[in-house]
């Protein structure tokens, strides 16, 4: 697969190769993937033996091995076709086919829905093919296929992607699409903010034009300040807080319950000599784990130019610290591993912040200070104490899986949505 779009005034351009072993039968046996975006490359290479699935992950010069129970009745993302083609096409049946995700490490359910017959307009010709619904992560596409099951055209309405089947002369043919990222998932607000890093207060309503998405559950932002009102309304409630710093415990944090989040992953390593020798200069003799992270947060602001990667989706914390530069996701990463790497657990979070009057895609983080607490901070904007502005959507650890959920939640939750700001207070308002 070749893909390229524009971001800001920068492209990404993703080359994906992937190989797959499977019977005759339909048994999955392994794979190999090479994701290469805009020079950042990735493999990941599996073996199935015994119901388990033997991998291991190439990143940045990091090998990362990993090992998973490998379902019966689960196949590989790609096998789809090859399991369709082989199924009778009923009109009005549905199935389900449960797949490993290789580019985001997980398993999950495909739903496919056969529609009917249906006549589609494809390089100047009528085709008449089945149409054919499938839904994954809450997303749906739709597809035209033959009546052999070979896919001629899939589109993807949440994501404005149309694929054709074609020759291979007239794929690799340049075209262009005037694509404006940042435009198309932009939200718009009823009135502008000024200054958002000195908003005390914020209270809003967030209308989903299209009705709350499947996904948009209590339960999928529990750890969030948004609240479901109805079926097409969620309201938010944001206010400033400022921690006291007496009661951060000591570093390193030692809690049991939260050694998961002080791990290190493929985007934040934490445990390499370059990135623990810097934390230890940053925070130098420091053990309050408070003031331990806002000294590396307000390090990873100034050390780094500001919205100078946007060729790449997520530049690992190792590549950060070597370009010194990069976008919220860069500071955010290289921030996270700073401070694992002295013993302070982290989150990756995931939101939507004011720019005039709409709301952007953004990422920060929150640091664990001890005795349940967790502390917002973004380095993006070198902020401690984090204002009121930042709506949180999602979070998670930066493995793939966790990832693709920030992006995924992002896209499938603020599709065709409003903000409706009822109150707005500033630091300084009397």
């Given amino acids: 697969?070749?893909?390229?779009?524009?971001?800001?005034?920068?492209?990404?351009?993703?080359?994906t190769r992937s190989e797959m072993f499977y019977t005759e039968k339909l048994i999955p046996l392994g794979f190999k993937s090479v994701e290469n975006m805009s020079g950042q490359e990735k493999i990941i290479e599996g073996n199935i033996l015994n119901n388990k699935l033997f991998f291991l992950v190439k990143l940045a010069g990091a090998?990362?091995?990993?090992?998973?129970?490998?379902?019966?009745?689960?196949?590989?993302?790609?096998?789809?076709?090859?399991?369709?083609?082989?199924?009778?096409?009923?009109?009005?049946?549905?199935?389900?086919?449960?797949?490993?995700?290789?580019?985001?490490?997980?398993?999950?359910?495909?739903?496919?829905?056969?529609?009917?017959?249906?006549?589609?307009?494809?390089?100047?010709?009528?085709?008449?093919?089945?149409?054919?619904?499938?839904?994954?992560?809450?997303?749906?596409?739709?597809?035209?296929?033959?009546?052999?099951?070979?896919?001629?055209?899939?589109?993807?309405?949440?994501?404005?992607?149309?694929?054709?089947?074609?020759?291979?002369?007239?794929?690799?043919?340049?075209?262009?699409?005037?694509?404006?990222?940042?435009?198309?998932?932009?939200i718009k607000a009823n009135q502008s903010i000024s200054n958002p890093k000195a908003v005390k207060e914020?209270?809003?309503?967030?209308?989903?034009?299209?009705?709350?998405?499947?996904?948009?559950?209590?339960?999928?932002?529990?750890?969030?300040?948004?609240?479901?009102?109805?079926?097409?309304?969620?309201?938010?409630?944001?206010?400033?807080?400022?921690?006291?710093?007496?009661?951060?415990?000591?570093?390193?944090?030692?809690?049991?319950?939260?050694?998961?989040?002080?791990?290190?992953?493929?985007?934040?390593?934490?445990?390499?000599?370059?990135?623990?020798?810097?934390?230890?200069?940053?925070?130098?003799?420091?053990?309050?784990?408070?003031?331990?992270?806002a000294l590396i947060v307000h390090w990873v602001n100034k050390s780094l130019k500001k919205n100078a990667n946007y060729n790449v989706a997520f530049d690992t914390a190792k590549e950060t610290i070597v370009k010194k530069e990069g976008d919220c996701t860069e500071h955010s990463v290289l921030a996270s591993a700073l401070c694992k790497?002295?013993?302070?657990?982290?989150?990756?979070?995931?939101?939507?912040?004011?720019?005039?009057?709409v709301f952007l895609y953004h990422m920060w983080l929150e640091v664990y200070v001890g005795n349940g607490k967790w502390v917002p901070m973004d380095p993006t904007w070198d902020e401690e104490i984090l204002d009121a502005s930042h709506i949180k959507i999602s979070e998670g650890i930066l493995d793939d899986e966790g990832k693709f959920k920030l992006m995924l939640d992002i896209l499938s939750y603020l599709r065709k949505v409003e903000v409706q700001i009822f109150k707005l207070e500033y630091i300084n308002d009397k």
């Avoid at 697969?1 to 080359?15: D, G, H, Q, V, W």
């Avoid at 790497?341 to 009057?357: L, R, S, Y």
């Fill in 1 to 15: 697969m070749l893909f390229e779009i524009n971001r800001a005034e920068s492209k990404i351009k993703i080359e």
């Fill in 63 to 186: 090998v990362e091995k990993k090992e998973l129970s490998f379902p019966p009745d689960a196949v590989l993302d790609d096998m789809v076709d090859d399991i369709l083609r082989r199924s009778p096409i009923v009109p009005k049946s549905s199935s389900v086919i449960k797949i490993f995700d290789k580019s985001n490490l997980n398993f999950t359910d495909v739903k496919v829905n056969v529609l009917g017959p249906v006549k589609e307009k494809i390089a100047g010709k009528e085709i008449a093919g089945i149409s054919v619904e499938t839904e994954m992560y809450g997303i749906k596409s739709f597809h035209v296929i033959d009546k052999n099951g070979l896919t001629l055209k899939s589109s993807f309405p949440q994501m404005k992607i149309i694929q054709v089947k074609t020759s291979e002369e007239d794929a690799k043919k340049a075209f262009s699409a005037n694509v404006d990222i940042l435009a198309d998932f932009a």
């Fill in 202 to 293: 914020m209270n809003c309503s967030i209308i989903f034009n299209e009705g709350l998405p499947a996904a948009f559950t209590k339960e999928s932002i529990k750890n969030t300040s948004i609240r479901i009102l109805r079926d097409n309304m969620a309201i938010c409630t944001l206010r400033r807080e400022v921690f006291d710093q007496t009661k951060a415990v000591q570093l390193p944090v030692k809690e049991k319950e939260v050694e998961k989040y002080l791990k290190a992953t493929a985007y934040e390593q934490a445990e390499d000599p370059i990135i623990k020798k810097t934390a230890a200069e940053i925070i130098g003799g420091e053990k309050n784990s408070f003031k331990a992270a």
């Fill in 341 to 357: 790497a002295v013993g302070i657990p982290t989150k990756i979070c995931g939101g939507i912040v004011p720019i005039n009057d």
